[in-house]
Structure formats: structure tokens, C-alpha cells
């Protein structure tokens, strides 16, 4: 298959403290890949590294066969990144916003005036399009944002707990329309989150990191035959970072 993210032992230290530690891993075009672990794990880190917001401290990102550190501004041309925590300019409307990203990347205005009310239509604000962001809940702002990614038609999208803040509506039309990236249009999708269920319909593969360190990578299936477990992802989870069992909290609050 065609790796369209390729990811050679990546690694992010704060002094003593290593945050990522050696991560490998491939995304091919027209696959989800599910990043899974605990809060501090390194997914955010690893996340941001990828979409070229933050610099490692060794190894090296390919995106669409260009080196990120070699080539930023063309290898970051492939990429939308959707952050956790959206950081919008406020005083600006849905539809300045999105032409403050189209000059950014570049876009042709036909293509922004093609594409950009169909975005916002699509996420639902197209209501919204001449308000202020200020305006906006949280869920409007993380739906705007995709919106945004979205617009210039990137070629791999990395996106960081792309459901916190949703509603259960606004949560599955954003899995509804990463599957039909994937299927439709070919587009490497790199997802992290530690939300079992969104692991678990979306993702094609997982990979959980544990401590900065990538614990296993692989279907479900395949994880659950390595893990030698039964039950859901939420038990393979649970064995491979170490999570607390009945017995350990019997100790602790006995």
C-alpha cells in the first residue's frame, strides 16, 4: 500500500523526561489509524510532531514521501491538522476565518468560494457563517476548525481527540466523514484518542502508546491475539498500560 505518513524512531525529550520514545509507525492513503493511550502517554506530542508544529528530538516524519525537516513547507501542503484544543482568532466570522486559511494555504478563491460553503454546510454552521467565532460553543469552534482542515483538500489529515467537546450528533457525522475520506477519497488519516468506542468503529488499525512507547500496532483482532484477550479493545487496553484492576484497588482502599 501507499505509506503516506512513515514515522522512523521519533522521539521527544524534555531534559530527563521523554515524552516520545523510538515510535515507528506507517499510514498508508485510505486508512484510519487509531492512536490509543492514557492522558500523558505521548499521543499529543507524537501528534503534533507529525503535523510539523512541534520539532523532534531525533528521528524522522515522512508525509506523502517528503522529509518534514528537509522539505516543511511542501510536506506540510499535504496535511490538515485538527488540534484538541482549537485556537481560533475570535473576532473574525466563520467565513473570514476560512479565507484567513485559504490565503494561508494558498487556495484559489473559486475553490474557496466552491468549497467553503459547502464545509460549513457540511458541519452545520452555515447559519453561522457571518458570526463572530466568539460566538461559538466549543462544539461549533471544533466543528469549524475541521471545516477549516478540510477546505484546501489535504492529502493526510492528523487529528487530535476529534470528538471531545461533540455532541453524539456532531460526533458521528465527523466519524461518517473521516470513513469517507478514507474509502472515497483516499486520504491517510492519523486519529488520537482515548475513546474506545471511536477506536474501535473507526480505526482500520491501533496503535497504543504507553509511556512514551509504542506497546503494539494492528487490527483489533490482531491485538486481541497478541494480548491473548478475549473481551473488548477497552481490556486490551487496560492489559497493555498497565491499568487497575479489582485487586489493585481492593489494596488501595481496603
Known amino acids: 500500500m501507499n505509506s503516506m505518513i512513515d514515522i522512523r524512531h521519533l522521539s521527544k525529550h524534555y531534559n530527563r523526561h521523554k515524552a516520545v520514545d523510538e515510535v515507528s509507525l506507517t499510514v498508508s492513503a485510505g486508512e484510519v489509524f487509531g492512536f490509543l493511550g492514557p492522558n ?3 499521543k499529543t506530542t507524537t501528534i503534533r510532531m507529525v503535523a510539523g508544529a512541534l520539532a523532534p528530538t531525533s528521528g524522522e516524519i515522512f508525509l506523502g514521501g517528503l522529509n518534514l525537516a528537509k522539505n516543511p513547507r511542501d510536506a506540510k501542503s499535504l496535511v490538515g491538522y485538527i488540534p484538541d484544543r482549537p485556537f481560533l482568532y475570535e473576532k473574525l466570522s466563520a467565513w473570514e476565518f476560512l479565507e484567513f486559511l485559504a490565503d494561508l494555504h494558498a487556495t484559489p478563491k473559486k475553490d474557496l468560494q ?3 460553503p459547502a464545509m460549513l454546510e457540511l458541519f452545520e454552521l452555515i447559519d453561522w457563517r457571518d458570526e463572530l467565532i466568539e460566538n461559538f460553543s466549543h462544539g461549533m469552534k471544533q466543528r469549524l ?3 477549516g ?3 484546501p483538500k489535504p492529502r493526510i489529515l492528523v487529528v487530535d481527540e476529534p470528538i471531545v467537546g461533540l455532541d453524539p450528533r456532531g460526533a458521528k457525522l465527523v466519524m461518517d466523514i473521516f470513513r469517507h475520506l478514507a474509502e472515497r477519497e483516499n486520504v491517510a488519516i492519523l486519529v488520537s484518542t482515548h475513546t474506545m468506542s ?3 468503529r473507526l480505526c482500520d488499525r491501533i496503535g497504543i502508546i504507553y509511556k512514551g512507547r509504542l506497546k503494539a500496532v494492528g487490527t483489533e483482532g490482531e491485538l486481541k491475539a497478541g494480548a491473548g484477550e ?3 479493545l477497552e481490556d486490551i487496553f487496560l492489559k497493555l498500560t498497565d491499568g ?3 485487586q489493585t484497588l481492593e489494596g488501595v482502599f481496603s
Open 230 to 232: 478475549d473481551g473488548g
Open 114 to 116: 466552491s468549497r467553503g
Open 198 to 200: 471511536l477506536a474501535s
Open 145 to 147: 476548525i475541521m471545516a
Open 149 to 151: 482542515a478540510l477546505l
Open 40 to 42: 500523558g502517554a505521548g
Open 244 to 246: 487497575a484492576t479489582p
